[in-house]
């Protein structure tokens, strides 16, 4: 189904060394960003 509908590709923002400290498991939501104005 995920090839019949391709979307965004979360995996190129996230840090592959973010890992949740209770879980092990990869840090996969959340992702911080930093908006800044245009021209900036």
Partial sequence: ???AHPG???NALTDDGAIDPLSG???LNGI??????AGV
């Fill in 1 to 3: 189904m995920a090839a």
């Fill in 25 to 27: 498991n990869a840090v």
């Fill in 32 to 37: 911080p960003v930093e908006v800044t104005p």
């Fill in 8 to 10: 965004v590709n979360t």
